[in-house]
């Protein structure tokens, strides 16, 4: 097991990352929560089998556990969702000393978290980071958010968790279109901050496709490092270094918005999005052109998208959602370029036309 | 005009005190946001006059001024205003850079704050404080809060304001019992952290009472000094230093819950658990009988009530709610008991059969 530290205003966290560490929950949480103190484990129905080996662990630590189960997908981050747990953390009498422990991905974590900041104005929570994008990004950071009809994360907190607890075995189960997709997001982190990261992705696709577990715990320890990295220097997204995780996410969050967040999940956007930023940053001469290959090669080798062609959408109507960013500074839109593999620069004076050039050329019409 | 400063971890911040400020809410606010910025001022119908001229000074200084009346009194700090104004901030286009200005007492501060703090995770607010109340205590300090069906104040934040404007003009207009019962939380911190004060208040009960606005300057500044200094060293309540602000509140919010939030305000409730805070202390021995005098009789100068005599309410049902309260640790009570004026500590072991004792002494049956 490997430890990664995160700085945060509300106490410094731990992120452990290893094989089976779930059966051994109880004792890492006992370092966070005093002995008898009371935990709500949520989840969502489809990840009970990595409930079981959690729950007996936290009891048999002394703990006084209980379970609340949230819908499946997106629609749990719902204002009705994060009332009707707070509902439960009164009626089974949590104080201020107590806990919840968020098992599952992004969508379990941003709702546990969020409930977690607000009720008695704040208890602590633990991480059980089930997905691999989880592991290496959501599952850190203390990002929460519920979506409201008029948009996805408009309510939430900066709220770190008291620990993240990713073990790497819960990826062989984990479906193969969202372990290509999670892979997107590393291949990002690869490319802004880590070439021994993106070299490795580079020579062992198959070994990771295929979930060799150290293959898996080797990126997921380099890129979970970078995210704790980038968020311990700017915990709430104040100082402009978080802004270099949105590489591929401004052109990314266009096509997903246009496609109105369906045929794509988030990190096939991404992937196109990173390939869009590329072709942008070769065009204006901030990188050399060689990178864009390198690039498609390992997005492609990870069977992820990297055109929209297929899609016939329309140039204008990606653009359109790109316009709605809610990162705009002053009206105009930032870019997250990359210089070379290991390496971005922030951009904002792109031309519309230019942007509008590279939307058609990566199949927009 | 004077200035408070508070420390806290989102950066610091000032409290304006002086008299007819707010015609001159513009130029304060520009220290804070941008120009242009866009401003959403949230209040209460019965505060419209204090509005007028806070509008007209921020339009004068260039900010995009839109207003939020929420409904008069408690019922305003609900989930369902919580989210109207939340809508309110999306529909007008609101972002990060943008922010809001809450005129009035705790409740409007305490909905404001808390819509803040998790509206696209945080943007900033300034509180114009137009009760003694919120000048003294509830806008400085950060805490915010919503109620719930099932209690008071069960979800919120700390989410501190980036100005505090204390215009002591406003006081002329306050409603005679409010006044008084505002005077009570001045009374605690004389007793808890300054002899000068107290000292002020035993020889000026009635310039204070005909509101003379030098009077009521000076016990703001010093009430809100000692807020401003407590809540700087102490801004989550982890340290216990918050803690000795809850002089007269564990019996006081005994006596509430017992009479259900009616027949007395906050305040009154203060008064009568400060008188039964300082007997406690005078039965353990803690202080001198002299002090339980001294503090009736600035108390009782206010015209504020001293005993629950008139109330008939029951010892058991006043305990009862007391034992509920949420700053419990381990099961026990913690009682902040006067040692002498100007200084008070903790005790946690006090035996249920002399607080009984003590409640009877104030009037339970």
């Known amino acids: 097991m490997k430890t990664i530290h995160v700085r945060s205003s509300k106490g410094d966290y731990k992120i452990l990352v290893g094989k089976n560490l779930l059966p051994r929950a109880g004792t890492f949480l006992s370092d966070v929560f005093e002995s008898q103190s009371k935990l709500m484990v949520v989840s969502q129905k489809n990840l009970t089998p990595y409930l079981n080996p959690i729950l007996a662990s936290l009891k048999k630590q002394g703990f006084k556990v209980q379970t609340h189960m949230l819908p499946d997908g997106e629609r749990a981050k719902s204002e009705k969702e994060l009332f009707r747990l707070i509902q439960t953390l009164l009626a089974k009498g949590f104080e201020r000393k107590d806990g919840m422990v968020a098992v599952g991905g992004g969508v379990v974590s941003d709702l546990t978290g969020f409930a977690a900041s607000v009720y008695l104005r704040g208890i602590r929570y633990v991480n059980v980071a089930t997905t691999l994008l989880a592991q290496v990004d959501s599952a850190i950071g203390g990002k929460t958010a519920i979506d409201l009809p008029e948009g996805k994360n408009l309510v939430g907190s900066f709220w770190p968790p008291a620990l993240v607890i990713s073990d790497v075995r819960v990826l062989q189960s984990l479906p193969e279109r969202e372990l290509s997709a999670s892979l997107a997001e590393v291949v990002k982190y690869g490319m802004i901050r880590d070439t021994e990261l993106f070299g490795f992705l580079e020579k062992n696709g198959r070994r990771i496709l295929q979930r060799d577990l150290n293959a898996l715990e080797k990126i997921i320890l380099l890129s979970a490092g970078i995210k704790a990295r980038v968020v311990s220097s700017d915990e709430f997204e104040t100082k402009g270094e978080r802004m270099i995780l949105n ?119």
């Open 247 to 365: 590489y591929g996410h401004t052109f990314g969050h266009g096509i997903e918005g246009a496609l109105c967040y369906g045929k794509l999940v988030h990190g096939e956007a991404v992937a196109i999005g990173m390939m869009m930023g590329a072709q942008l940053a070769a065009d204006l001469g901030i990188c050399p052109r060689e990178l864009i290959w390198r690039q498609m090669k390992v997005l492609l080798s990870f069977k992820l998208p990297v055109s929209i062609k297929r899609f016939h959408l329309k140039t204008e109507a990606i653009l359109k959602v790109m316009m709605k960013d809610k990162k705009k500074s002053q009206g105009l839109l930032r870019f997250v370029l990359p210089r070379r593999i290991g390496q971005v620069t922030v951009e904002q004076k792109i031309p519309v036309s230019l942007i509008q050039k590279i939307i058609r050329l990566a199949g927009g019409k």
